[in-house]
């Protein structure tokens, strides 16, 4: 359905913020993609909309049912953004026009991109919400955003997005302003509705417990590469590259104090700072003569995909 | 066991709303509700909960930005709601506050070694190079930064300068309120690892408030769960890991943990 074939996003001063991503999603697909700022995954998602900033150079393919669409197609991109792919923020709040009731906000694609008439918009409004679980989904209709919760708002935006049945839904870091019990709540909601409308979905989160909570293939992104890919409990009960498995070391789990947590050394560099083979080379431990000028190709692990110099080594 | 640095004792802090009802009496929202706990030199208590449970109002009592409506709050055996505005002043350089954001908490116009002198000059010393050359290197950045401005450091190296600040005095209480929850995951643990090896050199109390209980976890050695400004369960965080006694921390421990294996 949705794919990415050497998808790159170059910047004005000629540096590569994805470097020649790979990705196909299918129908009801939960892909999560992790890495921390600077990794690239919210250029990789704004760039499958269409919506890279002016300034930067998106190159390679992005496919809708195999049908790759130019950069520059303004329109078929809109159609694409009506249709196929929808998104939601982190922040919801910013999202929403403080002025327009939430049933109105609603309304607008369906009467906009479906040609419903003001009556059907409404009722089709109500629905979505209903999907969305919110408490009282009639009343929400006539109210504005600042008088909903932050959770209520997210639903809202899911509703927004879900209007026009897109075939991917994009969510980037959407439960990162949310309190624990409401974040829950809100992964449980889009693990349920990729599973009843068959929808793809690629989550976005610096969050590791809420990646495994929602998605059932995980992708490890750094400095704009993919570093490692898999299923994502294999991924991250056994993982292969240095930097998946520093990230997860450096990760605080649920255990009494008794030691330092082991971290990675140095801090994420800047894009023109990065190395032109491992894009991790210079703060991994394992490092090889070979990491900091040739970038090692995706290959095969036994949980799924890393970009190792290390994998070939040991066999 | 020795006398703690900080003893909350039954305090609660009360705002009042906006009247909804000409008639009626104005609503009470009670942020704080009768929370007590005591925190000794060289240890760590964790206070969790969502936004509202009152863990943000319970740190500005502590530092004596806000009074509360009924309770006592000692700082070395000193009610610091009751000294007057001159001994406060004083009584500051001893405990010292961590924000979330330090880009927010550092003039932008200033350079780092002016802010982190802030508190000295507030004690009225002024010869603070010498110090703050101190504090740089202790947490882990070199003297020469302090010729730095804000925007030439990255999140990581921030927070640093604002526990630089935050130090420079000696205190022997700390306050960390969210400090690590803006930083990515890496940045993270070295900050923590900071805040724990600077509590092994100078023995500092801290007291931790946080969202997460995967980093209050390995962090602390007490815990307080909050909701609605009331304590819902206290005590050491290997017990309450093991066996929450309340829904809501189970909902934070599903909340924190990696569903696999």
């Known amino acids: ?100 009731r939430v049933g109105d906000t609603i309304a607008e694609p369906l009467r906009r991109h479906l040609g419903l008439s003001r009556r059907d918009a409404r009722a089709r409004a109500l629905n979505l919400l209903e999907e969305t679980g919110i408490p009282q989904a009639r009343r929400r209709l006539d109210q504005y955003p600042h008088e909903l919760s932050g959770g209520q708002r997210q639903r809202v935006l899911i509703a927004l997005a879900l ?20 974040a829950l709540r809100i992964t449980d909601l889009l693990v349920r509705l990729s599973q009843e409308r068959r929808m793809g979905l690629l989550f976005i989160s610096h969050d590791l417990a809420a990646v495994s909570r929602t998605t059932s293939d995980i992708m490890v992104m750094y400095g704009g590469d993919v570093v490692e890919r ?27 104090r008794s030691r330092r947590l082991p971290t990675i050394p140095g801090t994420v560099p800047q894009l023109n700072a990065l190395a032109a083979g491992c894009r991790f080379a210079g703060r991994c431990a394992r490092e090889l003569p070979i990491c900091a000028s040739r970038r090692p190709p995706l290959s095969p692990t036994e949980t799924g995909q890393a970009a190792c110099h290390l994998l070939g080594a040991q066999a | 066991m020795s006398d703690p640095v900080l003893s909350v004792q039954a305090v609660t802090r009360r705002y009042g709303l906006p009247r909804r009802n000409l008639f009626a009496a104005a609503p009470v929202l009670t942020a704080v509700d009768n929370v ?16 509202g449970s009152g863990k943000s109002t319970l740190a500005r009592m502590v530092m004596g930005f806000e ?52 508190p000295l000059r507030a004690m009225g010393e002024t010869d603070t190079d010498a110090q703050v050359a101190e504090a740089l290197e202790q947490v882990g950045l070199r003297a020469g930064h302090a010729r730095s401005f804000p925007h030439e450091f990255s999140g990581g190296q921030r927070q640093r300068i604002a526990i630089a600040r935050a130090i420079i ?86 909340a924190a943990r990696l569903g696999v294996s």
């Open chain 2, 67 to 118: 009074r509360p409506d009924s309770g006592r709050i000692l700082f070395q055996g000193q009610d610091i709601h009751r000294l007057a505005t001159g001994d406060l002043q004083q009584a500051r350089r001893r405990f010292q506050m961590v924000f979330q954001d330090p880009f927010g908490s550092l003039d932008p116009r200033r350079r780092v070694g002016w802010s982190i002198a802030e």
């Open chain 2, 169 to 254: 005095t000696r205190p022997a209480l700390l306050v960390a309120d969210e400090a690590v929850s803006a930083l990515d995951v890496s940045v993270q643990a070295q900050i923590l690892n900071l805040l724990m090896d600077i509590q092994d050199d100078l023995g500092l109390a801290i007291l931790f408030i946080s969202h997460d209980l995967a980093v209050v976890s390995c962090v602390c050695d007490t815990l307080l769960v909050m909701q609605g400004g009331q304590v819902l369960e206290s005590g050491e965080v290997s017990g309450i890991l093991q066996d929450p006694g309340h829904d809501y921390t189970r909902t934070l421990l599903s």
């Open chain 1, 230 to 256: 898999g299923r994502t409990a294999s991924v991250l009960s056994a993982p292969e590259h240095p930097y998946t498995r520093g990230l997860l070391a450096a990760r605080p789990s649920l255990m009494t």
């Open chain 1, 1 to 100: 359905m949705i794919a990415l074939r050497g998808l790159c996003v170059r910047t004005g001063t000629g540096h590569l913020a994805v470097r020649d991503v790979d990705l196909t999603i299918q129908a009801g697909q939960r892909l999560g993609v992790v890495g921390e700022s600077g990794s690239g995954k919210t250029m990789l998602a704004l760039s499958m909309m269409g919506m890279v900033p002016d300034g930067l150079q998106v190159e390679g393919q992005v496919l809708v049912d195999g049908h790759s669409i130019a950069a520059e197609d303004e329109r078929a991109w809109r159609s694409h953004r009506a249709r196929s792919v929808a998104m939601i923020f982190q922040e919801p709040m910013a999202a929403l026009n403080p002025l327009v």
């Open chain 2, 36 to 51: 007590s706990f005591d925190l000794a030199a060289g240890q760590t208590l964790g206070v969790v909960g969502e936004s």
């Open chain 1, 163 to 182: 209007a026009c049945d897109p075939q991917l839904l994009i969510a980037d870091e959407p439960t990162t302003a949310l309190d624990a019990q409401v």
